[in-house]
């Protein structure tokens, strides 16, 4: 029991479309269990409601129906909301859209300033952060003069100083260029690996997806596919009919394999395949 | 173009001045303009002139600096003074067509012109020694006590900070959606002023409509980071007052209780 972060239990949620009187369901009840210290993965095409999964995972969004337990604590909780945000922090697609304040470390301080946190800590949970992600040097800069990666990595740091167990990422990379999302995405390993983080990762990009231990994959608010990587992507004509793709690589090792190649079918990273061939 | 607004432009230094609380700048700055309001003769005037280029040399903002800010005000200044020139009646000097110059006319509009010269300097003076952060700190300290009486402090301060520090985004947007625009054939530039205002629409709404789901997205990310408003709020870089802050304010408000004084000699 205690080595579970957030539970959800058969979870739905529904809203009601602005132009036609409609209700619209994003999210199908949905049973997902994430354990303390892993690295998921959330896979899924637009509307596929993984953003909307998400933001019920720390109580931005409370279900119709069904429970989200964070760290045995239900989000229904009006009363212990702030512990789970606490808890379990988010970060966002645009890191412009997320920074506060006009100095970075004035913005790693946004968090724990709301907390309540004595000064003293606040000044090393900041110091901190900044040190983990990288930015330190950037400490007194305005964050609009950074790059969208370093932005992004101020934005984690913000979280990182509230001191999550888990911290959820919504696409944070959609919005970067090559360089940028390679440094998020080494910073999201680092967090998991070196600080013990549960890390959600949600993202359309198949290889961010293999970084992952767990991928799910969701459609029409569904969880379709659940499993290791390499099992996952295994399956690549069901993927295909979710409308998303494999890996480049796992693609190539599929079709040599269809035309009598013999070939592993789990191949993620160029590595693999050069080793195997 | 859109790359000239200097409001609130930040010189960084390590001076006195820099250093001083921003409580203490704000309070010596609201002082300095009542005064300027109150002195109604010239010789004071010595007493301010002094201040001023005490204060620039302190804190070792480039003069040109001082002159930039002013620039822009140039044609308000220039308005009040002919206006001044010309309205105030009492001994003729010459004559213009239908309007005279008096020189009562000339002395009191020497006299706002100045007026509102140091208004400025004074003020952009502020603003160019402290940081938009703690000047809203500081304002916020400042209007606490109002609290009581159903002002927001808080809120205020925060809305400041969000203002200052989206200023340079949406400027960086309003020039993407510019060029954007441009490449589609509308025109920015030619026409009358009736004509360009209307050219302004294709770059407004797209400007609107991303200011207003970024506040949406800002504050959702604000609550995912558990704000939920001033109270219990602690900060990272609490404003101090020490002996030399209250120094410097107890000797500007009697240097400026002077100038009142001014008024009634």
């Given at each position: 029991m205690n080595d579970i972060m957030i539970e959800m239990k058969d979870v739905v949620f529904e809203y009601k479309s602005y132009i036609e009187d409609e209700i619209l369901v994003a999210v199908n009840k949905v049973n997902l269990t994430v354990k303390k210290g892993e690295f998921l993965v959330i896979l899924g095409h637009n509307g596929s409601g993984k953003s909307t999964l998400a933001k019920m995972m720390n109580g931005l969004l409370i279900p119709t129906d069904g429970d989200v337990n964070v760290m045995g604590i239900n989000t229904k909780d009006e009363e212990k909301i702030w512990d789970i945000r606490q808890k379990a922090g988010m970060v966002f697609q645009n890191p412009d859209n997320q920074i506060v304040a006009t100095i970075v470390e004035e913005d790693v301080a946004f968090g724990p300033e709301n907390q309540g946190i004595p000064q003293d800590e606040i000044r090393k949970r900041v110091d901190d952060a900044l040190e983990i992600v990288e930015m330190s040097a950037y400490k007194k800069h305005a964050p609009h003069l950074l790059s969208g990666g370093q932005k992004q990595r101020v934005a984690i740091a913000g979280i990182l100083a509230m001191n999550p167990d888990c911290i959820i990422f919504?696409?944070?990379?959609?919005?970067?260029d090559p360089s940028g999302r390679t440094e998020v995405l080494q910073t999201i390993k680092k967090l998991n690996q070196e600080q013990g983080k549960t890390i959600i990762l949600i993202t359309h990009y198949m290889d961010e997806a293999v970084q992952g231990e767990r991928v799910v994959v969701m459609s029409k608010g569904e969880i379709k596919l659940e499993g290791s990587p390499k099992g996952v992507f295994k399956k690549v004509d069901k993927i295909k009919e979710l409308g998303l793709d494999v890996p480049q690589v796992t693609e190539l090792a599929y079709e040599l394999q269809k035309s009598g190649i013999n070939i592993n079918e789990d191949i993620l990273t160029i590595e693999e395949l050069l080793n195997v061939l | 173009m859109l790359k000239d607004i200097t409001i609130g432009q930040y010189f960084p230094g390590e001076t006195i001045i820099h250093r001083l609380d921003p409580r203490i700048k704000i309070s010596i700055i609201v002082m300095f303009i009542t005064s300027l309001f109150f002195v109604?003769?010239?010789?004071?005037y010595i007493f301010i002139v002094a201040f001023i280029l005490i204060a620039i040399s302190l804190s070792k903002v480039p003069i040109k600096f001082i002159i930039k800010g002013l620039r822009p005000l140039m044609f308000i200044i220039l308005i009040t003074f002919l206006i001044n020139v010309f309205m105030t009646k009492g001994e003729v000097i010459f004559t213009l067509g239908p309007l005279s110059v008096t020189k009562e006319g000339l002395s009191q509009a020497t006299f706002m012109a100045l007026r509102l010269v140091f208004l400025v300097t004074g003020t952009s003076l502020l603003t160019l020694t402290t940081s938009p952060i703690s000047l809203t700190d500081g304002i916020e300290e400042l209007l606490k006590p109002f609290k009581r009486i159903g002002l927001p402090s808080h809120e205020l301060a925060m809305m400041m900070t969000i203002a200052l520090r989206f200023i340079p985004t949406l400027l960086e947007e309003t020039d993407k959606i510019m060029k954007a625009q441009m490449a589609r054939g509308?025109?920015?530039?030619?026409?009358?002023i009736i004509k360009r205002a209307k050219n302004l629409v294709p770059l407004l709404v797209p400007l609107f409509v991303n200011a207003f789901r970024r506040a949406d997205e800002l504050a959702i990310a604000m609550e995912a980071r558990?704000?939920?408003?001033?109270?219990?709020r602690t900060r990272l870089n609490e404003l101090k007052l020490d002996k030399k802050d209250i120094g410097i304010f107890a000797s500007m408000a009697l240097f400026f209780l002077f100038i009142l004084s001014t008024r009634f000699i």
């Amino acid at each position: 029991m205690n080595d579970i972060m957030i539970e959800m239990k058969d979870v739905v949620f529904e809203y009601k479309s602005y132009i036609e009187d409609e209700i619209l369901v994003a999210v199908n009840k949905v049973n997902l269990t994430v354990k303390k210290g892993e690295f998921l993965v959330i896979l899924g095409h637009n509307g596929s409601g993984k953003s909307t999964l998400a933001k019920m995972m720390n109580g931005l969004l409370i279900p119709t129906d069904g429970d989200v337990n964070v760290m045995g604590i239900n989000t229904k909780d009006e009363e212990k909301i702030w512990d789970i945000r606490q808890k379990a922090g988010m970060v966002f697609q645009n890191p412009d859209n997320q920074i506060v304040a006009t100095i970075v470390e004035e913005d790693v301080a946004f968090g724990p300033e709301n907390q309540g946190i004595p000064q003293d800590e606040i000044r090393k949970r900041v110091d901190d952060a900044l040190e983990i992600v990288e930015m330190s040097a950037y400490k007194k800069h305005a964050p609009h003069l950074l790059s969208g990666g370093q932005k992004q990595r101020v934005a984690i740091a913000g979280i990182l100083a509230m001191n999550p167990d888990c911290i959820i990422f919504d696409e944070p990379t959609s919005m970067l260029d090559p360089s940028g999302r390679t440094e998020v995405l080494q910073t999201i390993k680092k967090l998991n690996q070196e600080q013990g983080k549960t890390i959600i990762l949600i993202t359309h990009y198949m290889d961010e997806a293999v970084q992952g231990e767990r991928v799910v994959v969701m459609s029409k608010g569904e969880i379709k596919l659940e499993g290791s990587p390499k099992g996952v992507f295994k399956k690549v004509d069901k993927i295909k009919e979710l409308g998303l793709d494999v890996p480049q690589v796992t693609e190539l090792a599929y079709e040599l394999q269809k035309s009598g190649i013999n070939i592993n079918e789990d191949i993620l990273t160029i590595e693999e395949l050069l080793n195997v061939l | 173009m859109l790359k000239d607004i200097t409001i609130g432009q930040y010189f960084p230094g390590e001076t006195i001045i820099h250093r001083l609380d921003p409580r203490i700048k704000i309070s010596i700055i609201v002082m300095f303009i009542t005064s300027l309001f109150f002195v109604n003769r010239f010789f004071p005037y010595i007493f301010i002139v002094a201040f001023i280029l005490i204060a620039i040399s302190l804190s070792k903002v480039p003069i040109k600096f001082i002159i930039k800010g002013l620039r822009p005000l140039m044609f308000i200044i220039l308005i009040t003074f002919l206006i001044n020139v010309f309205m105030t009646k009492g001994e003729v000097i010459f004559t213009l067509g239908p309007l005279s110059v008096t020189k009562e006319g000339l002395s009191q509009a020497t006299f706002m012109a100045l007026r509102l010269v140091f208004l400025v300097t004074g003020t952009s003076l502020l603003t160019l020694t402290t940081s938009p952060i703690s000047l809203t700190d500081g304002i916020e300290e400042l209007l606490k006590p109002f609290k009581r009486i159903g002002l927001p402090s808080h809120e205020l301060a925060m809305m400041m900070t969000i203002a200052l520090r989206f200023i340079p985004t949406l400027l960086e947007e309003t020039d993407k959606i510019m060029k954007a625009q441009m490449a589609r054939g509308a025109d920015f530039e030619s026409g009358n002023i009736i004509k360009r205002a209307k050219n302004l629409v294709p770059l407004l709404v797209p400007l609107f409509v991303n200011a207003f789901r970024r506040a949406d997205e800002l504050a959702i990310a604000m609550e995912a980071r558990c704000y939920r408003g001033g109270e219990g709020r602690t900060r990272l870089n609490e404003l101090k007052l020490d002996k030399k802050d209250i120094g410097i304010f107890a000797s500007m408000a009697l240097f400026f209780l002077f100038i009142l004084s001014t008024r009634f000699i």
